[in-house]
């Protein structure tokens, strides 16, 4: 496929999921899909205000905290992608293989709070009281 097809079908993607959006504001399965259209779209802004609208929906979903905490590292927002990390992580992401090379959090696993927080936490199945955002 080349690369023109390729932003018209993903343009025409991200309209339709608008459109739906525009009809029912609170549907969560078209946000999560126009949030992960915007952010291989490379639209982080975007994806971001989807993944806030998300977690207004769903404050305690450990995939809904996970891609926040994607959205946040992606735009170099450190410090509340390690909140919304150590959210999801609280309230059960546990895929840390994953994580581990998600090129989505390469600015989090930049920080060392994080490196020393993952390095603490990987081994555990559980965490403190999940934290609160400042």
Known sequence: MNRKKQIDDADFEIQFYEGVLRRVPGFIEALSVLGDLYTKNRLYRQGLRIDERLYQLKPKDPFVLYNLACSYSLLDERDKAFWAIKQAICYGY???????????????????????YFSKIKNRKSCDQPPHLA
């Open 94 to 116: 546990d895929d840390f293989r994953y994580l581990e090379r998600d090129s989505d959090l390469n600015n989090l696993r930049d920080d060392e709070r994080f490196m020393r």
